[in-house]
DNA sequence: CCGCACGCTGAGCGCCTGCTCAGCGTGCGG
DNA sequence: CCGCACGCTGAGCAGGCGCTCAGCGTGCGG
């Protein structure tokens, strides 16, 4: 199958990911990171325990002593990575001043965050579906906060009468859906997280009717 | 794990995908509906030819007499949809009329498109990374067909001087990514394709600056 | 200097996977 | 009415999967 070279040349192309650091003992972190590469390259389904543990230099056994399943390291990345970007989006969209503000403040962030952590934001945003039934139901109660976060915002814009909007709901959710798939389609090079991060905040107030003319 | 409720109850209440009518031999046809409503389920590698077959009504070994491999099933699919999308994106982005009405057509065609096969258009944009390395090039050169057709259409209106837009192949790929998105989301119930279509050639307009007013 | 606790390994179990093949049934040309 | 061709099945193979476990090495408290 394609997926070694294709996937090889951007896992070694791309930032290890730091978002891990505080992950300790050692060996649990290195567990981490490399099934996070490895779910981001090839899928969960199609990587093995014994290419996580390769990936972190330890025999395929080691994994078992820090994680029960190799689902629960997939949830442990999911938990996490939703954590993070849902504390994200909440912190920049409920700053003080106008709406269409907060509104480019959450876009930006949350959009540089999946640009940035693009390996750890595709396992998060499209693996999710792997996740065992309790732990499926716990993440989707994380991503479902997010959403009101966003709905919550242009909804207020709305009713302040800076954003312009037929349908506040649907809007907030194509918004939120535009961020996302930056994961899928993101990759080093061309712009920085920064630059598109920017640019779609543009995006977001025009998608509202609040772009400055 | 939690897929099998999850997806059973989605697969019974949504469409049965009606646009591999004219596929034959009948078992060949079966095989092939049976393959998409699996893979945009479970995704590609948590899907067994086993189930499959059984979906279809057959034997594991029947496959084999249809498709030499899982993964020519694969193929199959994503050329059948990425040839119809990139289609259907093509003729309305051509069609006569001012630029502002062929991206609103384009992008209503498009998202009606993803939200009315949404089964077929879930395997085809987002479990390509399971097919083998040639396949693979030729649906990545289809998938660069349609992104170029969305370029030039901005990149026209903006010299026509119907768009506002600084940067036409960031925006152009922000509509297509907004587009396909939808394939990840919906469901049936609450609002129609054709809403979601409209709506979306609205936030289209809005984000290359050429909204009505 | 001993011995225990702990992180880790090599070997491997049981299961399930994609895929194969000899043979069976059915329907159609002669 | 025969016989061949073709679609399909039941049984099953080789290999790879997630996961386990007895035992080895190392470092630290006593």
Redesign the pocket.
Known sequence: MAQAARAGAQARGGSPDDSWGGVS?D?ARRLLVAAVEAFAERGFHA????DIAGRAG?????L???Y????ELLYHISRVGHDRSVRLLSEAAEAAGPYRERLAGAVRTFVRWHAEHHTTARVVQYELSALGEEHYAEIVGLRRRSEKVMRDLVAAGAEAGEFAVDDPRATALAVLSLCIDVARWYSPGRRTPEEIGAFYADLALRMVGAAPR
Chains 1, 2 share one sequence.
């Open positions: 003992p060996a990587t093995t325990t014994r330890m025999s395929p056994a080691a078992y002593i820090h029960r399943t190799k689902e």
